[in-house]
């Protein structure tokens, strides 16, 4: 139980394209799902905070207009990185809460490996 | 700020051994700890969790300390093998809404 998909699992597209990312909660519905990024070797970043039917709760510095986040339903979550540059180049992971015995617990997603030319 | 941070970016253990894998926390707040793996190119893999009503928390293999005295949260993993090579982060949960800190990260390698 508690899976978490994203698709896709690799993306390269030229700049200033935009590229949509899913992220779903398979046999589970997610009462909240997040957002991250990770550079090589460092850490997760949280992005922002994504509720079913109410606005993201984006983290200080990152842009809402930049990085826009639907929550269409309990199940899926999408990430849409606007007019992509190089420098959005990164490994971007989701996770969703509310599976598992835990329901505070937050499992991932396989993460989504952007690359923009 | 507050933050979550690991003694040691690295960690090299012989297949066999035990490993132990540290963390510090600074938010004494926080009430809900969380050990991940993640393997090159993947996404973090839960692998056990403690809240702070508890000292010790043991799943398969592995082992959570928690010393809430001095902000200390530790990994244990008992017969390390090659399959344990990964990257190892605390996580940290902050506030009501689930929103989770991670620490910088450990990358445990196991020599065969």
């Known amino acids: 139980g508690a899976v978490v998909s994203q698709h ?3 993306v390269i597209c030229k700049s200033g394209t935009s590229v949509k990312i899913e992220c779903r909660s398979l046999d589970f519905q997610a009462t909240t799902m997040f957002w991250y990024r990770q550079f090589p070797k460092q850490s997760l970043m949280l992005m922002a905070t994504s509720n079913e039917g109410s606005k993201a709760t984006y983290e200080q510095g990152v842009e809402k207009d930049k990085f826009l986040i639907n929550h269409a339903s309990l199940t899926l979550s999408t990430l849409t990185v606007t007019s992509a540059h190089p ?3 990164s490994f971007y992971i989701c996770s ?3 599976g598992g015995e835990n329901q505070e617990t937050q499992y991932f997603g396989p993460g989504t490996r952007l690359l923009v030319l | 700020g507050e933050s979550v941070g690991l003694h040691l970016p690295t960690l090299s253990v012989q297949e066999g051994d035990n490993s132990i ?4 926390y600074s938010n004494s707040a926080s009430d809900y700890f969380i050990w991940y793996k993640q393997e090159s ?3 973090p893999q839960f692998i056990i969790d403690i809240r702070s009503n508890m000292d010790k928390r043991q799943g398969q293999r592995v082992t959570v300390l928690l010393n809430k005295t001095v902000k200390h949260l530790s ?3 008992a017969a390390t093998q090659p399959g344990d090579s990964a990257v190892y ?3 940290e949960k ?3 809404g689930g929103k989770l800190i991670f620490g910088q990260g450990t990358e445990l390698s196991v020599k065969p």
């Open chain 2, 21 to 24: 894998i540290n963390c510090a």
């Open chain 1, 8 to 10: 896709p699992s690799r």
């Open chain 2, 75 to 77: 990994l244990q993993i």
């Open chain 1, 96 to 98: 969703a809460m509310g």
């Open chain 2, 94 to 96: 902050v506030g009501q």
């Open chain 2, 41 to 43: 190119g993947k996404g």
């Open chain 1, 87 to 89: 420098e959005d180049s």
């Open chain 2, 89 to 91: 982060f605390c996580a």
